[in-house]
């Protein structure tokens, strides 16, 4: 029987509870058997500077994954010593597990950006993209703009765009409030705050 599994890759610099919330809307949406974590290395479109190092934010997601059997972590794209791309992820991914349905994750203000990311026609050709509308967008907003894609594409994936619940953390909220003093609790599991206290990390 194949087993329908959601990828979802990110910086998760640091993971918080927008993230999970995120990721059990997808597993219940789409019916999916787990849910895999992949936090990138070198990514294209990202600055490096605000980084916590890769082995950091890998074990964060380790500690929250043990909370959930549904939840898995691979370090793939931080054991590269290049650019990151998703699509290749995405086929070393495929070759690893030939019988997994594969279902990548994206945030619904990553739509309008697709067009500039690797390989992204083959991307789409091969993998289903499923995104949830984040804080701030609207799907009638979504519907008027220009996606830059093949014809077919936007309906496409408009097609699996799904309402989500509007949990508005994100992670450059929880560095700054780290670096200017102030409690990240109730933003990230307890074990996440633990571990950034411990390691200094955010220059908390």
Known sequence: MIQK???FGGSFNPIHHGHLILAQD???SFELDHFLFV???FPP??????YAPGDH???MLEMVAE????FEVTGMELERDSTSYTYESLKALQDESPDEEILFVIGSDTLPELHTWHCVEDLLDEFR???????GFRFEDL???DFRLRPGRKEELLGSLIQGHRIDVSSSDIRMRLAEGMSIRYLVPEEVEMYIYEHGLYKC
């Open 26 to 28: 997808v597993l219940e």
């Open 39 to 41: 936090p990138c290395g």
């Open 45 to 50: 479109h990202k600055d490096l500077a605000d």
């Open 57 to 59: 934010r890998l074990n």
């Open 5 to 7: 599994i959601g990828v």
């Open 129 to 135: 993209i499923v995104s949830l509308v984040r804080p």
């Open 143 to 145: 519907e008027s703009l």
């Open 67 to 70: 909370t959930d059997p549904r």
